[in-house]
């Protein structure tokens, strides 16, 4: 019992104070988890993140579903989970209340205009900062410019072609060029 | 039905997004502009209350948009809706496929989203800046260039790879929103 409601308090913590998403998170689940405590080996967190990173959904609900799962089963997962959670829920719950109201003074909508221009900068070098890291292979390079191409040319014609599409073909694209690849590997080796 | 609509599009967005905080809002906006929940600018604002608010910002975003449309049981539902694929995936995961990450297939699959999703950050960071300043929406409209708001993005600019220069350390999300907040008021005031 006494484990569940730490592993509770430290979810509720690290929610509380991790302010600019997944990769902040990673680092204070480190220090939490590996460092302090010494619940979860060093190897077993890496791995956590690689999947953390490769699975859909927000990173740091799948590191804290995963850290809790390890440590204890399903409960863990779930206490987990929520405690992650509870913090926003309850600060963006507060905010939406009262942002209406708040944006109606002209100086407060005046600094969220130039607020709207510095999010599309964050937005543009993440982008280009995940540029920069991307291996730069001719595959990526084709799946890349062909994603862009397409996105900015459907929505300048008003062509409705939803993100998931996008996201699904390109995963089977890969997959299909691998199971070639791979097909093409053992006839060869037939020979 | 409003509930069910705000749990199902935030379950779709929770499992398809791969990669993250800034790879997810391309969906997202998709989404909140389709509906109608959001416009171009109050999904602007939303994204800077959820980087200088904690936790995750698809969280963040199914909570406000949840609450705006259909209050605290909206609120709930969406936040459900966008945690409950990745609870469910990382469940089979950990308990079952071991070495999920080490299958060729997985890798292939997963290898291949990755240039895709940095494609589409990029198309959506382009598509916003022409909507928001240019009022460039689509071919039809015609282009009004902001030229105040050109400027605090220029100024951004500019401050941001200064400060990377000199300290070598990139300024936090947060200091940028407050120093566009500033320019904001300063620059629409006059």
Known sequence: ?191 | MIYLELFLTFLQIGAVSFGGGYAMISLIREKVLMHGWLTEEELLNMIAVSESTPGPIAVNMATFVGSMQGGILGSFLATLGVVLPSFIIILIIAALIRNFLKYKGVQAFLGSIRPCVVGLILATAITMLMSTLFSFKNIDSTVIPDIKGLIIFFMIAVAAAVTKKIRKKPLSPILLILISAGLGMVMYSI
Do not use: H
């Not at chain 1, 089963?73 to 942002?99: E, Q, R």
């Open chain 1, 1 to 191: 019992m006494k484990k569940y409601l730490n592993l509770f308090f430290i979810m509720l913590k690290i929610g509380l104070f991790t302010f600019g998403g997944g990769y902040a998170m990673i680092a204070l689940l480190e220090n939490e988890f590996v460092s302090k405590k010494k619940w979860i080996e060093k190897n077993e967190f890496l791995d956590m993140v690689a999947i953390a990173e490769s699975t859909p959904g927000p990173i740091a609900i799948n590191s804290a579903t995963y850290i809790g799962y390890k440590m204890l089963g399903f409960f863990g997962a779930l206490i987990a989970t929520v405690a992650v959670c509870i913090p926003s829920f309850i600060i963006i719950y507060a905010i939406s209340l009262f942002f209406d109201a708040f944006l109606s003074f002209t100086l407060v909508s005046y600094a969220f205009r130039g607020i709207q221009v510095c999010v599309i900068w964050l937005i543009l070098s993440a982008g280009l900062k995940m540029l920069k890291q991307m291996k730069k292979t001719p595959f990526n390079i084709v799946i890349l410019s062909i994603v862009i191409t397409c996105m900015v040319a459907f929505s300048v014609f008003s062509v409705s072609f939803s993100t998931i599409f996008y996201i699904l073909i390109s995963g089977a694209v890969g997959l299909f060029v691998y199971l070639i690849g791979s097909l093409r590997g053992r006839k060869e080796a037939d020979k």
